[in-house]
């Protein structure tokens, strides 16, 4: 059974900083590309950041470089998501996503959400 557990959430301040962890179970780990998406009241979900657990590599959404650092421990089978300078508008649901697209099949899994308030 596949299980993203994320944690980390919290109400911070303006200018403070946050780290999300994303702990990964029952999957090959070092196949799947993690991201961390986020979805505020009223909007749609979006992406944040993703790693590529195999290499690596990253990619940010334009918002948050900079700011947010995504990272991985393969021993741990476990994600972060450094955030800093956290801004108002980084309040949202942070949610943990799991994905593998090979030529015989697609595995997709998503965390319950960690909540993620940002304000003075």
């Known amino acids: 059974q596949v299980q993203l557990v994320e944690s980390g959430g919290g109400l911070v301040q303006p200018g403070g900083s946050l780290r999300l962890s994303c702990g990964a179970s029952g999957l090959s780990f070092s196949i799947y590309v993690i991201t961390w998406y986020r979805q505020a009241a009223g909007k749609e979900r979006e992406l944040v950041a993703s790693?590529?657990?195999?290499?690596?590599?990253?990619n940010y959404a334009d918002s948050v470089k900079g700011r947010f650092t995504i990272s991985r421990d393969n021993a741990k089978n476990t994600v972060y998501l450094q955030m800093n300078s956290l801004k108002p508008e980084d309040t949202a649901v942070y949610y943990c996503n799991a994905k593998f697209s090979g030529i015989l099949r697609t595995s997709n899994y998503w965390g319950q959400g960690t909540q993620v308030t940002v304000s003075s």
């Open positions: 790693i590529a657990i195999r290499d690596g590599s990253t």
